[in-house]
């Protein structure tokens, strides 16, 4: 199990005040479940993720991995143990190729697996395994990688951060599909899916709301859902003229 006990993450701002991103966040991730995050833009979400995953340092709080004490674990200490994150925004390592990230999530994967990693997330192995992970790769492409990585490890955490984000409709759906058939009801992991999309949100077992860096809501995503539910769907339904629905 994951804990999350009183964490607090502070900035500077850029007139010389302080600010919490994250204040007094407490949660306890059970195995076998998915949980959504959402809120706001700037609500704290990516910054409690990067602490989960040892990117960001908390200011103080602490975080427990099964029992084990992780706050001052290094991000490979606790990639080691099972904790993985899929980026918001995916970070482009210039030199290695998609094969490499890959291998990296499980180095005995054999060729057949790769290859069928790289098709679950709609990319034609063919054109994309020897590809250089820099700029040549559009954001879409990226986002897609970066989440087969995720799903390549067998993780004990694991996060996604807006998966949706950048990535076109018809493959946004499959994504999830298998983000939900992967950890759903998996007693050995939990997945935490950071999300403002109204076809994942019921779907997940938990919702944390998180706002300003306070959790507002936490409950099992039928309560929470119906609550939050018009804040999150199109407001602009019934006037849109579009033939395409862009809404995500
Ligand atoms: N390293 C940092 N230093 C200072 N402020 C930061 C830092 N990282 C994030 N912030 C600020 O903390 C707040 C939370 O940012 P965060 O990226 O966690 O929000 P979010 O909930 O993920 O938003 P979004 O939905 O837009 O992705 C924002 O106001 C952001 O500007
Ligand atoms: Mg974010």
Known sequence: MLKLKNLVMTVDNANGSRRDIIHDVSIDFEPGKLYAITGPNGGGKTTLA??????????????????????????????????????????????????????????????????????????????????DLGPGLSGGEMKRIEIAQVLTREGVISMFDEPEAGVDLWTVQRLIGLIVQKYQNNPRSTAII?????????????????????????GPAQEIWPLIKDDIQCKMKDQCRSEVCYEL
């Open 194 to 218: 950071i999300t403002h999309h109204e076809n994942v949100l019921p779907i997940c077992d938990e919702i944390i709301v998180l706002e300003e860096g306070v959790i507002k809501l936490q």
């Open 50 to 131: 990067k602490i989960i995953m040892g990117i960001y340092q908390q200011s103080s709080g602490q975080i427990y991995l099964d029992e084990e004490d992780i706050s001052g674990l290094s991000v490979t200490e606790r990639a080691r143990r099972g904790i993985a994150y899929a980026f918001q925004q995916p970070p482009r390592f210039k030199g290695l190729n998609v094969s490499d990230l890959i291998k990296i999530a499980r180095p005995g994967i054999d060729g057949l697996e790769l290859r069928l990693k790289m098709r679950d997330v709609g990319l034609c192995p063919e054109d994309y395994l020897e590809r």
